[in-house]
């Protein structure tokens, strides 16, 4: 009998050290698994603070490369730009020349594409048809979500919360559905992130819009991020969902600057889509942060790209493929153009900035 109530002791001081050591794991992969983007430049680059590293954009001077340094990178990178049939004067020409030269050997009208390009490290900037209102796609969902985040910060909600998402507005009615059903009716904002980021659905991000009154309200505040570099056109129009890379570069950029408060949102945007979109065609252990979207005729993505000088990146495509208002499906070969343009920038990059 003594024997029997030791034993039973015995179990409960087991299970208790046994559920303080699971909470204590638990706890540890939940914050490894929100690695921040200083962590990643942590196993890769010297380590510095926002405000060290912003004071240094400030002090940085464009780096000229000289010729030969600019051959050899293209020496050691030809045998993949062969591969590719990418193969351009990269050291010879400007970034949008290098561009050009890509569409028009693609049969592609510059009408069809804009972008707009930041070095980090020198502020240097290169952009084609940056205030050209353009379909945003899903890449409404990243200023979205910093806009919730904000107020987060400002205490207004917290990451334990649980909203109700049975009344929440929805595009397809089978998706939301789906999340009521699975998540029995209501979410986190980790959960809202995770599914508006990394799965890029529509049910969450409207969750997310409701928390700040909703998506036309969201659409109004996110000026805060920036604007478009034309005075008669909006950062983020409602109407159609259209924006510029004018503007979305400086969202990354203000994300860029702002890492450590938006280090959820980089380590989710940093998990979607691998081997895809910006990530098709690069090293698989680079680090690229990215939000892709795509509806009917528009092919976008948003990228901050740790090169070795990292650079922020905004592209944005109409009609790639044959594709139209009307289609309902990604223009395979239209998806083919986007990734190896992303290639190319990125190699322009390597070559000239690096």
Known sequence: MKGEMMLKKLTIVLAVILTLVLGILGSIYWQQGKKTLIDHQKTAQNPESNSERQNAEEEVKPRNKSTE????????????????????????????????????????????????????????AFSMNDTQLMTAGSTYKLPLNMLVVDEVAKGKYNYEQRFDITNTDYEFQGEHDTYVNNYGGSMSIPEMQYGSLVISENTPAHALGNLLGGIETAYGMYTRYGKSNSPDVPAFQLEGNKTTTSYYIQVLDYLYKHQEKYSDLLYYIGESFPDEYYKTYLPEDMTIYQKPGYVREALNIDAIVMESSPYLIAIYTRYLGGSTEESSEINNYGYSQLAMMTYVINEWHRVNMN
């Open 69 to 124: 340094e600019k051959q050899a990178v293209m020496e050691a990178d030809a045998e993949r730009m062969n591969v590719l049939g990418l193969y351009y004067d990269y050291a010879n020409m400007s970034l949008v020349d290098t561009v050009n030269t890509f569409l028009a050997e693609q049969g592609i009208d510059q009408s069809q594409v804009a972008f707009s390009y930041k070095n980090t490290a020198t502020n240097e």
